[in-house]
């Protein structure tokens, strides 16, 4: 079984040292299978583990796949073989590489179509609230493993693999994608409070549609701000002040209705924002991650700049240090406007 460990100042070099010394143990989990369980307490912010694909394929009819996976397979040495053949397969029968790459594979970047293979990190369990998440970081071409919130040691490590949504969407995409009847902490809540969390991500998706709509961004700025901080008050609230990624697109949606308004002080903020919470969830080395600091440092850099109005131009540089926090979040998504 692998257990290792990597310290966060590491998070820009290579792979995992094969050394170092435990931060979880890979074991079997009841009524999960496989998983992974933290050996120590793991601070938010932490790089649990790194690791280069196995394989990675695109989608494909599945006799074609077989074809291709076994041909990706003989390329293999032998433990790299041992380790894919290993991993759990939901779906036996007539395509068992394609079954192993169904149940496991984890997309190359969010909505990317390829999906690649890790001896270890595939053996992570789905929770609807995970403790840790998973990036592809396209620049050094490797997965990594950050914890988003402090996991307590004898803590299963778990990540997200559904698109969102209330319970009975996350249900049928689980079963339908990879071929499992989710039981997570959200999961099994009594009906009531079940009722409350659906609710709250019926609203997260309502509301990240209405921040996308371009229309309403260009006519209706304002409006489009408030409802950036509905959404924040609601993810804080269903993911219990620890929402991941989902927070740093939240912020990166606020900077480009400021930017395109011509407000380069909101924008700024924004970007910092979006910079603290990628750095904290996938590591200060990701494109993402040095897009939102270069933003931070320059906003009109940014395509949009002024291409909605100038009408923020002139909004006047206000500095946190200046207020008490509730007031400059009041000033930075405009709720008094
Ligand atoms: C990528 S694998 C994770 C490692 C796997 N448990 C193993 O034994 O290798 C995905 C599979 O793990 C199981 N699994 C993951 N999360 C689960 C959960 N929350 N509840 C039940 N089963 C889960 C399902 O069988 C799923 O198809």
Not at 115 to 133: E, F, K, V
Not at 215 to 223: A, G, H, I, K, S
Not at 261 to 284: I, P
Request: charged letters at 25%.
């Amino acid at each position: 079984m692998d257990s290792g460990t990597v310290s966060k100042d590491q998070s820009s070099s290579a792979e995992q040292q094969p050394d170092a010394p435990s931060m979880f143990e890979v074991k079997a989990i009841p009524l999960k299978g496989i998983g992974l369980v933290a050996l120590q307490d793991i601070p938010q912010g932490t790089l649990i583990i790194q690791e280069k694909p196995l394989l990675v394929a695109h989608p494909g009819a599945p006799d074609a796949l077989e074809i291709l996976l076994s041909s990706k397979l003989k390329k293999l040495d032998k433990p790299s073989q041992r380790q894919f053949l290993s991993l759990h397969n939901n779906f036996p029968g007539k395509h068992p590489f394609g079954g192993i790459m169904r149940t496991n594979a984890l997309p190359c970047g969010s909505g990317s179509e390829i999906g690649a293979i890790y001896p270890t990190i595939c053996r992570i369990n789905h929770s609807c609230l995970p403790n840790s998440q998973n990036t592809w970081n396209s620049d050094t071409e490797i997965e990594t493993i950050f914890a988003i919130k402090p996991i307590s040691c004898g803590e299963e490590i778990t990540i997200s693999y559904d698109r969102g949504g209330p319970s009975a969407a996350r249900q049928a995409f689980l079963k339908q994608a990879f071929g499992f009847q989710c039981s997570c902490a959200v999961c099994s809540q009594s009906p009531s409070l079940l009722r409350e969390s659906d609710n709250r991500r019926s609203r997260i998706q309502e509301l990240d549609d209405q921040i996308g709509d371009p229309f309403r961004m260009m006519q209706n700025p304002v409006e489009s701000l408030k409802d950036c901080h509905s959404l924040l008050q609601t993810l804080n609230a269903e993911y219990g002040g620890y929402p991941g990624a989902l927070m740093a697109r939240l912020y990166y949606d606020a900077f480009q209705i400021s930017i395109a308004h011509g407000d380069k002080a909101r924008a700024s903020v924004f970007a910092e924002k979006a910079y603290e919470v990628r750095l904290m969830c996938e590591g200060g080395d990701t494109p993402e991650a040095k897009k939102m600091k270069n933003l931070a440092a320059n906003p009109s850099a940014h395509s949009s700049f002024m291409a909605y109005s100038s009408k923020w131009k002139n909004t006047k540089k206000k500095l946190a240090g200046e207020v008490d926090e509730e007031a400059f979040e009041r000033w930075l998504f405009r709720t008094s406007d």
